[in-house]
T-cell receptor
Framework: DTGVSQDPRHKITKRGQNVTFRCDPI?????LYWYRQTLGQGPEFLTY????????KSRLLSDRFSAERPKGSFSTLEIQRTEQGDSAMYLC?????????????FGPGTRLTVL | SQKIEQNSEALNIQEGKTATLTCNYT??????LQWYRQDPGRGPVFLLL???NEKEKRKERLKVTFDTTLKQSLFHITASQPADSATYLC???????????WGLGTSLAVNP
């Protein structure tokens, strides 16, 4: 399977704990995105990378969230001191930007539940 | 402010009919617009892309139109089937390799 993969698929944690999610993009893709999605809403942009450079981070994102893409391949998203409001589906997408278009391929998501 | 609007209410149609979903935007001049399908508990899946200089794009039973004067895209599914039931998202890009901006999606239910 050469699609986008995410790990874990589900995570249940207690408030105040730290969690880390991993995303493996499609290998030749140069862009990687993280989104958060809650029921009935569209994907909410969190951050994105072009190769290993983090080009943008949502202003809505608190300092508890951090993402890395150390070698321009896989990426991790860490949430520190989780809160109940962090409960959501976290989606990763990758794309190969060329010809000015950015068609994104999504992973299955990681569903986070904060108790 | 810049925003994208999709039908907020769920669309229920009878099998075999044509489903039409709407995506309106304000204060953007997108270079292109995309439509994605999302099933419950899964990530969105790309369906179609239409550029600003294209009026219409087709793929099998799917058709997308793009009216830059009205700032609107319409997404049609002809001969709809229960398997088409899902949430459909539109997303647009304002050019210069900027990230996609997403609508909230419209839920479609096709009844047998």
């Amino acid at each position: 399977d050469t699609g986008v993969s995410q790990d874990p698929r589900h995570k249940i944690t207690k408030r105040g704990q730290n969690v880390t999610f991993r995303c493996d993009p499609i290998s030749e893709h140069n862009r990687l995105y993280w989104y958060r999605q809650t029921l009935g809403q569209g994907p909410e942009f969190l951050t994105y990378f072009q190769n290993e450079a983090q080009l943008e981070k949502s202003r809505l994102l608190s300092d508890r969230f951090s993402a890395e893409r150390p070698k321009g391949s896989f990426s991790t998203l860490e949430i520190q001191r989780t809160e109940q409001g962090d409960s959501a589906m976290y989606l990763c997408a990758s794309s190969l930007v060329r010809g000015g278009t950015d068609t994104q391929y999504f992973g299955p998501g990681t569903r986070l539940t904060v108790l | 402010s810049q925003k994208i609007e999709q039908n907020s209410e769920a669309l229920n149609i009878q099998e075999g009919k044509t489903a039409t979903l709407t995506c309106n935007y304000t204060n953007y001049s997108p270079a292109y617009l995309q439509w994605y399908r999302q099933d419950p508990g899964r990530g969105p899946v790309f369906l179609l892309l239409i550029r600003e200089n294209e009026k219409e794009k087709r793929k099998e039973r799917l058709k997308v139109t793009f009216d830059t004067t009205l700032k609107q895209s319409l997404f049609h599914i002809t001969a709809s089937q229960p398997a088409d039931s899902a949430t459909y998202l539109c997303a647009l890009n304002a050019g210069n390799n900027r990230k996609l901006i997403w609508g909230l999606g419209t839920s479609l239910a096709v009844n047998p």
